[in-house]
């Protein structure tokens, strides 16, 4: 009987314990602060997790740190609830992130058992992780499916260009494999926006809904890709006027009702852009020259890589053409690109969020996207993409 009380004040004792670590550990986050830590289980050490945060279509590191007995952890001063992304580029994890919720004063836990991170459990109490939650809840079978598929691809890519980069019969063997992986990826994923579509029908309109639907809506251009533009525009009917003028609620309308679009033989469109010193610039001050518009972002591979070779068309062509760069980086972060990269021609920016206005316009879905346009005003050619020896090849074609 005596060993049996002592079992018991033991196992009480151990409860206390317990329950005062845990207290303690959830105290230890500063009123300013946040704390995320993680647990994996059945993935080796060394494993680098990233912690990042989105600004504009660009993610900046905020943090990483390497997994040792299957934890990782992240703490920092917060001074209001924002989203952040967690993702890792060591193979087997696919190329997509795991949104997670921070708030000053909070801990959030993230525990799974392999790499797929999206079906990763976040146990938080900030309200927006906890409609994050319900969101990955709607579909999870799916969504742990595409993850495997997703990750699949990934690794091939990984492959094709870390190692094996200028292998032409590799390259040619991989995106057949990639082209095979997204045939069974892409009705996984479009089966996720519906069902998440079916729940936002019903659930209330918050950061979280809004953040789904900007997403819905940005990929309205691609109809073979998202095939639910009126379930969007049903969507988009339940917010309020409050929510329209929001950031998010703006850029959402920009792409529910976009603007006219041009193509090749139309007359150019034009817009209000700002050039690095804040001055309002429009397009159409060079008419009478051809013109040579070029979307891109400091954070497309393609695009830096053509900076080098478009110094020299600016050069060759400077009596004929004109060229003008129009960034789709944040302020601040395109000011300091170009300053620090000594770009020439004329770098603007409309400072707008997303793939609207003059982007909406012009059809871009992918950088480094370029339009020339005619001394006329007309539009004379538009392409897409880089490759060495592209730019000069395509204006010399078209200025002869």
């Known amino acids: 009987m005596r060993k049996y009380i002592m079992t018991l004040a033991l196992l009480a004792i151990v409860c206390m314990l317990m329950c005062h670590c845990t207290s ?12 995320i830590q993680g647990e994996l289980t059945d993935l080796p050490d060394s494993i680098v997790i990233g912690l990042y945060e989105e600004d504009g279509r660009i993610l900046n590191c905020v943090s990483r740190d390497t997994l040792i007995d299957g934890q990782f952890s992240f703490r920092d001063t917060v001074s209001a609830t924002r989203k952040m992304l967690i993702m890792s580029d060591n193979r087997g994890f696919p190329g997509t992130w795991l949104e997670v919720w921070i708030a000053p004063g909070e801990y959030i836990e993230i525990k799974g058992q392999d ?11 900030v309200p927006e992780q906890q409609e994050e939650n319900r969101f990955t809840a709607c579909a999870m079978a799916q969504q742990k499916e595409l993850m495997q598929h997703m990750a699949a691809e990934y690794d091939w890519q990984r492959m094709m260009f870390m190692d094996h980069p200028n292998d032409r019969e590799f390259e040619r063997q991989a995106w057949a494999k990639i082209d095979s992986i997204r045939k069974l990826s892409m009705p996984l994923q479009q089966e996720i926006w519906r069902k998440e579509m079916e729940y936002m029908e019903e659930a209330p309109v918050s950061p979280v809904w809004m953040d789904r639907l900007l997403l819905f809506a940005s990929m309205m251009k691609y109809e073979t890709i998202m095939p639910y533009k009126e379930e969007v525009k049903s969507l988009y009917a339940r917010m309020s006027e409050a929510d329209k ?8 309308t920009a792409y529910v009702c976009p603007p006219a679009t041009v193509g090749i033989g139309d007359m150019m469109v034009d817009g209000e852009l700002y050039d690095v010193n804040d001055s309002l610039r429009h397009i159409s001050e060079f008419k009478g020259k051809f013109i040579l518009l070029d979307f891109w972002s400091s954070g497309c591979g393609p695009c830096v890589e053509s900076i080098p070779e478009m110094e020299k068309v600016i050069d ?15 302020k601040a972060r395109w000011k300091e690109y ?14 707008r969020r997303g793939r609207t206005g003059l982007a909406a316009s012009y059809q871009v879905k992918g950088i480094p996207h370029y339009v020339l346009i005619a001394p006329d005003g007309k539009i004379k050619d538009i392409w897409s993409g880089y490759g060495s020896g592209s730019l000069l090849e395509k204006v010399k074609k078209n200025l002869k």
């Open 316 to 330: 060759i062509y400077k009596d004929k053409m004109t060229v003008i760069g129009i960034s789709e980086d944040p």
């Open 115 to 125: 790499k797929l991170l999206k079906v990763w459990e976040v146990v938080s109490n």
């Open 338 to 351: 170009v300053k620090t990269k000594g770009m020439g021609g004329n770098q603007w920016n409309e400072l």
């Open 24 to 35: 303690n550990r959830k105290a230890s986050v500063a009123a300013n602060e946040y704390l």
């Open 245 to 252: 003028q929001t950031d998010a609620g703006q850029e959402i």
